[in-house]
């Protein structure tokens, strides 16, 4: 199974772009990256996915490597609300691994 | 998109007890998974839940201490049988509505507190 690794936290200010990294070198051809976030232990949120292109959604951007080693979820415009922990995750045949997560705080 | 109803929300068990979780999907799915939280954790899979068949189990988890049913496709259990306070944890329920790779929709999650 694919592995994921994020820099376990980062802070960013209110209204700025949030730029959240993700290392998954492992990757096969056919796996998906996706990204969630988690809002005070709620379940996980959808936010964003992609396989070779670069992805935009109401929520989010996704920028994915050329070589797909790696990806970046930038959220355009940072609220209070976006402060979270947000996971990277690889999308096997029917299993996601989660890795460990960052911790994302919005500053006023 | 998929909404999921999982109960209870929060239970206080003692050692030794056993709980069972539901979670039931408004619209039939095609996996469902359930995941595990420890505090301040990520989250791990647990099993796979297949209709009609058994379980698949992840390493480290086994049938007899989290035995789970899947009778149709829009409802699952997760039993924590024998607690001890290491099992105190949030569970998850998740699930996958079509093909592989498809998003996940969680449940609310299951706050387990075991004294």
């Known amino acids: 199974d694919a592995k994921t690794t994020q820099p376990p936290s980062m802070d960013c200010a209110e209204g700025r772009a949030a730029n959240l990294p993700c290392n998954h070198s492992?990757?096969?051809?056919?796996?998906?990256v996706y990204w969630y976030r988690q809002i005070h232990s709620q379940g996980p949120q959808y936010i964003i996915h992609?396989?070779?292109n670069n992805e935009t959604n109401e929520m989010a951007s996704l920028i994915i490597t050329e070589d797909r080693k790696s990806s970046t979820l930038i959220l355009p415009h940072a609220t209070l609300r976006d402060t979270a922990v947000y996971y990277c995750t690889i999308a096997g045949t029917y299993k996601y691994i989660f890795g460990t997560g960052t911790r994302l705080k919005v500053l006023a | 998109s998929a909404v999921i109803s999982q109960k209870p929300s929060r239970d206080i068990c003692q050692r030794g007890t056993s709980l069972t979780i539901q979670c039931q999907v408004d619209?039939?799915?095609?996996?469902m998974f359930w995941y595990r939280q420890q505090p301040g954790q990520s989250l791990t899979l647990i099993a796979t839940a297949n209709q009609g068949s058994e379980a698949t189990y992840e390493s480290g988890f086994v049938i007899d201490k989290f035995p789970i049913s899947r009778p149709n496709l829009t409802f699952s259990t997760l039993t924590v049988s024998n607690m001890s306070p290491e099992d105190s944890s949030i569970y998850l329920c998740?699930?996958?509505?079509?093909?592989?790779?498809?998003?996940?929709?969680f449940g609310s999650g299951t706050q387990l507190s075991v004294l």
């Open positions: 619209s039939q799915v095609t996996m």
């Open positions: 992609g396989l070779k």
């Open positions: 492992t990757i096969s051809g056919n796996e998906y």
């Open positions: 998740s699930v996958q509505q079509g093909a592989v790779n498809e998003k996940l929709f």
